[in-house]
RNA sequence: GCCCGAGUGGCGGAAUGGCAGACGCGGAGGUCUCAAAAACCUUUGUCCUCUGGACGUGUGGGUUCGACUCCCACCUCGGGCACCA
């Protein structure tokens, strides 16, 4: 025997499965694809455990899967546009390419070290021209598709980052999702995707996945935000007061409160604001909360928990439903950016204008009751409105009864309640409203104000206005000396933006800003599958023949971002007609954390295990069996030295067992035996754990299909572990007495077994010990018969009463009804004289008295 | 406020409604050794009146012969959304 020595085979095995191009894959019609996909790493610098994590679980499932017959697409790549590049160029006085090219390497070399099965000839790197390229030409076919829009609006600007972010980048206290600094609001012109033309379809779509988690699904649905309601149309009346041909739309969920609806609000920032009270009485009011709301930050504003203030405008509208006349106040909790920006007020109903009413005191009529309140008795069948306030001290919102609601009066309401339904009804007869859904989802910001990133590809001329680059002069290349260090942008070459316009050709002027990195995310597993076309992004042939992803892999922190446009960019270019599928992941793993003392490892924390110190101590195949080990994938997994350790020893374990099976008598580095037999065992004693040994080796081969199947990896790693015990038992028979066929085929079962776990020990284990030929990873999934994995006998327990009170040996084949009289006999003396009332034999597990 | 997810030994974690705590870590004891390390063996939920027994999966109920698992109500923690009309 010879000691195992991770740091002498890894490094051999991984120089030979790459000089043999063991993990290329190309199209093969005989087997069925798999597509395993792991989220590409961004390259700010090394690998650390979070990686280790994602690629090892993404590795195992390739390998297994490899060796249960499909054909693997695993790939590899980098994310790498992208802020931090030009703050690291900065800080190094360097670019952020080199920078970037410079951590790609060191990346790709800790990857290999581990081992992992990617097909490297199909590396997509997102900043190398051959891809960003490609980019600029989707984003052309996008515009083509009415999809692409330059338009001004509101958007988030990151003051540190120096940029404008897209609404899924600023994270639910108002702060950049990469710096963490308070994003402002700004109106600016700016490039958008219109993702809002695919909500409805992304919402519905969710439910096509079964694979992806709950949690992921509804947070999604929730970032949607899909409200059924109805448009209204108000009349708007001049400064006399008098009924106008105008009207201003409110958009509600509650239709059915309409008669309750006793003032109207606008935005702050509503366009019609300024022209209702300049010159008035009211200007000055008015004007204060303008100010006071634009002074708000957005965190403070979406707090919630501000004072109600607002002005009255000097105006009114009529309500379309009884003609009613009601004020038009401001009210600073009131958003431009949903709905219409423009809110018909029904206090009764709605807590913020309950609140609202009582500070300005203006009326709160009530008409959805609930039938147990006093109200309730005293309007029940009110049509006219005589009661202009309520006795309670917060708005109702539940279902009740509608009432002093004119021939409505009597119908049940509530959101979505049938004399919800009948009042847009009766609105759509009227034409002034119409039932609406309304989506929270804004479209995406694509456009970024940075350098690193990939060009837009659009024109600005004089002339002609905005014309997007022919997709002849594509690519549109990123210079690649730009000296961020000393300030400067895209904007500062004018050897890059000057340009002369391709309809008029007149001069004209380059656009100078960026796509967001998420663009180029978007896309990247469609490249993986036809990396090296040099006429297309992807045909569609070998897209259709790949995609959908069997299995995705990566951090939860992507549920909304990465996942969420990439469902997008998949119907786009379903719809583009270049994709002939609907989903671009069909299963979805989200992984959990890896931390230290109950911390996220983060240099800032400094408290990082680097994984190349592990792979120095313990070995890749240790470290990465350990990661699967220690906890389910989408839980977080707390590191704990003891713990590798312990896996470690469980490696050496296996490595010894291996020749011991073989005969070998095993000795320590020292010299210290370690093979030491009972020769007290007889050859019937022998036999016995050599069915012991035949039994757990079927067992054990189907349990470990199925984790992993499931992705169990940690339940499948202990029940190799409860293997090679029952093996080490088996080995205490002297060598003369055991089975031969039996000692072979299980040392054969058990590198199998662990080779998608721990490749680079299974494939020196497999050729050099077990003297096999051809790749480890390229053989078959051992096969277990499952009526070999049981016991001639079974122990049962018998419980009297829900307790158990003996144990009986039978048959693992006894009848039910011998099995039942064995267990009565058990445990007659706990019976005594009790009459039993009722018997319950589970097979194989257990017999249940009742007395 | 709405919506998800999770609560099991000293620790990480196991359990298609069927013997709770697999497997590993840690602890205790032992074998080997001059000694130690390594390795191996035994043991390890809590409590008690200890060859036995009681209790035990966040809390309180329920369904069931039988509940960590299913149902109802609640508590705690984590996450998402949120002045969303």
Redo the contacts with the bound molecule.
């Keep these: 025997m010879y000691q195992y020595d991770p740091q002498q085979i890894e490094p051999q095995w991984q120089a030979h499965w790459e000089k043999t191009r063991l993990y290329s894959v190309t199209e093969d019609a005989t087997k069925p694809n798999y597509y395993a996909l792991e989220m590409f790493p961004y390259p700010s610098g090394d690998v650390h455990m979070g990686h280790v994590r994602n690629y090892s679980i993404g590795d195992v499932v390739s390998r297994y899967k490899r060796m249960r017959g499909y054909n693997v697409l695993h790939p590899i790549g980098w994310d790498s546009f992208g802020l931090p590049a030009e703050n690291a160029a900065i800080k190094q006085d360097s670019t952020p390419g080199s920078w970037t090219y410079a951590n790609i390497d060191r990346q790709r070399a800790s990857l290999k070290r581990l081992g992992f099965s990617y097909d490297w000839d199909r590396t997509v790197v997102t900043s190398d021209v051959e891809y960003y390229g490609w980019g600029q030409w989707i984003f052309l076919k996008l515009w083509q598709m009415g999809l692409v829009e330059r338009r001004s609006s509101p958007v988030n600007w990151c003051p540190s980052c120096k940029t404008v972010l897209a609404n899924e980048q600023v994270?639910?206290d108002g702060v950049c999702w990469r710096c963490k600094s308070p994003v402002e609001r700004q109106e600016l012109e700016q490039w958008f995707f219109k993702i809002t033309d695919y909500a409805q379809e992304l919402l519905d779509d969710l439910d096509t996945l079964p694979g992806w988690p709950?949690?992921v699904k509804?947070?999604q649905a929730?970032?949607i935000?899909r409200?059924v309601?109805a448009e209204i149309d108000f009349t708007l009346c001049d400064a006399a007061g008098e009924p106008t041909d105008e009207t201003i739309t409110?958009?509600?969920?509650?239709p059915d409160t309409l008669f309750g609806c006793s003032f109207f609000l606008l935005?702050p920032e509503h366009p019609l604001v300024r022209e209702f009270v300049v010159d008035t009485e009211h200007e000055v009011a008015v004007t204060r909360v303008v100010e006071y709301s634009a002074a708000a930050t957005a965190v403070e504003?979406?707090?919630?928990?501000?004072?109600?203030?607002g002005a009255f405008t000097g105006r009114y509208v009529l309500n379309p439903i009884n003609g009613r006349k009601v004020p038009i106040w401001i009210a600073?909790?009131?958003?431009?950016?949903?709905?219409?920006?423009a809110?018909?007020a029904?206090p009764s109903g709605?807590q913020?204008?309950f609140e609202f009413a009582r500070t300005y005191d203006l009326p709160i009529p009530p008409v959805v009751v609930p039938e147990d309140d006093s109200l309730y008795q005293q309007l029940a069948t009110q049509q006219e409105r005589v009661r202009d306030d309520v006795p309670w001290q917060t708005a109702y919102d539940g279902p009740g009864s509608m009432v002093q609601s004119g021939t409505f009066t009597g119908l049940p309401g509530g959101k979505g309640s049938a004399g919800a339904d009948a009042v847009v009804a009766r609105l759509q007869e009227l034409g002034v409203g119409r039932p609406t859904v309304?989506f929270?989802l804004r479209d995406w910001l694509i456009s970024r104000q940075r350098y690193w990133g990939n060009p837009i590809p659009a024109i600005y001329c004089a002339h002609c206005g905005i014309v997007p680059v022919p997709e002849q002069d594509l690519p549109v290349i990123l210079p690649k000396d730009v000296d961020v260090a000393k300030g400067e942008t895209l904007a500062s070459r004018p050897e890059f933006y000057e340009v002369s316009c391709p309809v008029c050709g007149g001069s004209a002027h380059r656009e100078t800003d960026t796509m967001d990195t998420f663009t180029c995310s978007s896309w990247y597993y469609l490249r993986y599958t036809d990396p090296h076309n040099p006429a297309l992004p992807f045909a569609r042939e070998t897209v259709d023949g790949w995609m959908p992803v069997d299995q995705y892999i990566g951090g939860?922190e992507h549920?909304?971002l990465h996942l969420l446009y990439s469902r997008f960019f998949t119907k786009a270019l379903r719809d583009a007609g270049l994709l002939g599928f609907d989903e671009p992941f069909t299963n979805l793993l989200t992984q959990g954390m890896v931390k230290l003392n109950g911390e996220v490892m983060s240099k800032s924390k400094g408290n990082v295990i680097a994984p190349e110190d592990m792979i120095v101590r313990y070995g890749a195949d240790a470290l990465r069996l350990y990661i699967l080990?220690?906890?389910?994938p989408d839980?977080?997994?707390?590191w704990?030295q003891?713990?590798l350790?312990?896996?470690f020893?469980?490696v050496?374990?296996v490595w010894r067992a291996v020749f011991d099976l073989l005969g070998e008598t095993v000795f320590?580095e020292?010299g210290?035996q370690?093979s030491?037999y009972d020769e007290s065992l007889d050859a019937v004693a022998a036999s016995a754990r050599g069915k012991e040994l035949n039994r757990e080796l079927h067992r054990v081969i189907g349990k470990v299909s199925s984790d992993i199947d499931r992705f169990?990896f940690?339940?499948a790693?202990?029940a190799i572990?409860?293997l090679v015990?029952t093996v080490?038992?088996y080995l205490k028979v002297p060598v003369a007495l055991r089975d031969a066929e039996l000692t072979a085929r299980a040392a054969r079962s058990l590198v199998l077994l662990i080779a998608p776990l721990a490749p680079h020990m299974a494939e020196e284990l497999w050729h050099s010990v077990l003297g096999c030929e051809g790749s480890v990873h390229l053989q078959a999934w051992p096969e277990h018969d499952p009526s070999q994995a049981v016991d001639d006998t079974?122990?049962?327990?018998v419980?009297v009463?829900?307790?158990?009170?003996a144990?009986i040996v039978v048959a693992a084949d006894a009848a039910d009804a011998a099995v039942r009289e064995a267990a009565l006999v058990a445990v007659a003396t706990v019976l005594g004289e009790k009459p039993v009332r009722?018997v319950?034999v589970?097979p194989g597990?257990?017999v249940?008295v009742?007395v």
Excluded: C, H
């Excluded at 079974?794 to 327990?797: D, H, I, M, S």
């Excluded at 009463?801 to 009170?805: A, F, I, S, Y």
């Design positions: 994270l639910g709950e949690r509804q947070m929730n970032w935000g409200s309601g409110v958009f509600t969920t509650r935005a504003r979406s707090k919630g928990e501000r004072e109600k203030i600073d909790y009131v958003m431009m950016d949903y709905g219409t920006g809110v018909m029904v709605d913020r204008d309304n929270r939860i549920a909304i080990f220690m906890a389910p839980k977080d997994l707390e704990s003891e713990g350790e312990g896996i020893r469980f050496n374990r320590d020292e210290n370690l030491v169990n940690n339940t790693i202990s572990m409860e015990n080490s038992a079974v122990e049962l327990a419980q009463n829900g307790k158990v009170r144990r009722k319950v589970v597990k257990l249940s009742v």
